[in-house]
């Protein structure tokens, strides 16, 4: 089935060059053109699009009231804006209800891209119904401790940038909101970065006071909404994870760059949890009820209620959300690496063994199934007699608790 793309745009020269640009698409995209938001919206009513792209600066209504618009009304589509980098307001506005932004003049290279990879890791999903809520959201749930302690931050008279991005580094929630601008072009930066600290130093106090404050970007979670859900559990065992992760990619000598992508898909590999327990609470309890009752693991009973796990859901909210490709993977095959064939060390490695020690050091529930360690995947890496090593690092990277430094 062919691509159904959206483009709207109030210049029609704009559209006509889209149009030009993507002629040699036009086998597998089905293209729509529409010169203002009423009339894409009028488009969607009509029949549901793959990927909505739409202009920042139009008169009447704006790209981002149409991409909010469109985000309820097409809720499974790819959002992405395009516009130039000269008003910071409006790019706030967009930062929320568009997954992707992409500079004007636009490069068909660059649309392409952003769009095979949203489109990627759809073909997974047997589940139209959790598609299609991993590509309405546009913001997580964050630890009410940590968001209080950032509001408290961020409300001084001269706010600390070591403390801001400390407190969202160590949140699931901030630091996938953060990698999303970042790695969107948003902002207009260059860099491809891996880390949340080093990402809330590009960006800036200022806006990301902004985007706390004014756009809120980051969801309080609602303990009283979700009882049964036990965020501060998930977010240790996410953070233990990552330390653990970064801290077997210094024993294996790993670059700068795969250290922070162990760190990052260490502390994201189960943000799928996160989605589906908030977005689907009753389903979810169901999940949980099974598990503790021995039925199985988390894995197999999320597929038997969802039809995916929280793996594939987390690895496409983060593709979505244009978090690196090391990343990604990682969460997508934190529980099944056997499906990676590299050997070696890898980022997906470092957090299948750090997410196991983590259980493992950690035990929450007795009787709960822990997901076996892949003895064949470790030893098709030709690391397996590594493991010792790796289980005295990370007991010492959990035993040194939050340490300074922590992104
Ligand atoms: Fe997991
Ligand atoms: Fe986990």
Redesign the pocket.
């Known amino acids: 089935m062919k691509t159904r793309i959206l483009f709207v745009d109030d210049d029609p020269n704009v559209l006509s060059a889209l149009r030009r640009m993507f002629h040699d698409m036009r086998e597998s995209w089905d293209m729509a053109f529409a010169t203002d938001g009423p009339a894409g919206l009028a488009m969607i009513a009509e029949q549901p699009f793959d990927v909505v792209v739409a202009d920042m600066r139009m008169p009447g209504m704006d790209g981002a009231m149409f991409l909010r618009e469109a985000q309820l009304a097409n809720p499974g589509a790819i959002r992405i804006v395009l516009s130039g980098h000269s008003d910071r307001d409006m790019i706030l506005q967009t930062v929320r209800p568009a997954h992707q932004f992409l500079p004007k003049p636009c490069q068909p290279a660059a649309l392409k891209a952003v769009i095979a990879r949203g489109l990627s890791l759809r073909e997974v999903f047997l589940d139209e119904r959790v598609k299609n809520v991993v590509a309405r959201l546009d913001r997580l749930p964050t630890v009410p401790r940590l968001y209080a302690a950032l509001l408290d931050a961020l409300s001084r008279d001269e706010p600390s940038m070591r403390e801001v991005s400390g407190l969202i580094a160590q949140d699931v929630g901030m630091s996938a909101g953060i990698l999303k601008l970042v790695n969107s072009a948003f902002f207009g930066l260059r860099t491809h970065v891996a880390s949340p600290a080093h990402a809330v130093n590009l960006l800036g106090l200022e806006i990301v006071k902004a985007l706390v404050l004014g756009v809120g970007l980051f969801d309080r979670f609602d303990k009283e909404a979700f009882r049964d859900f036990d965020l501060e559990k998930l977010w240790g065992?996410s953070f233990g994870?990552g330390r653990m992760a970064r801290a077997i990619a210094e024993l294996e000598g790993a670059s700068a760059e795969a250290r922070e992508h162990g760190y990052i898909a260490g502390l994201l590999?189960?943000v799928g949890k996160l989605v589906m327990a908030t977005n689907f609470p009753e389903a979810y309890r169901e999940v949980i009820a099974a598990c503790q009752d021995g039925q199985g693991t988390i894995l197999d009973m999320e597929r038997q209620v969802f039809g995916a796990s929280h793996a594939e859901v987390g690895a496409y909210l983060l593709g979505l959300w244009g978090v690196e490709d090391p990343v990604v993977r990682a969460v997508y095959l934190h529980h099944e690496p056997g499906r990676d064939r590299r050997a070696g060390f890898s980022p997906l490695l470092a957090v299948h063994v750090a997410?196991r020690l983590?259980h493992e050091l950690v035990v929450i529930h007795r009787g709960y199934a822990i997901n076996p360690l892949d003895e064949l995947y470790l030893a098709a890496s030709g690391l397996s007699g590594r493991l010792p090593a790796w289980r005295e690092a990370c007991a010492a990277a959990l035993a040194g608790g939050p340490a300074a430094g922590d992104g």
């Open positions: 065992h994870t590999h189960d997410n983590e």
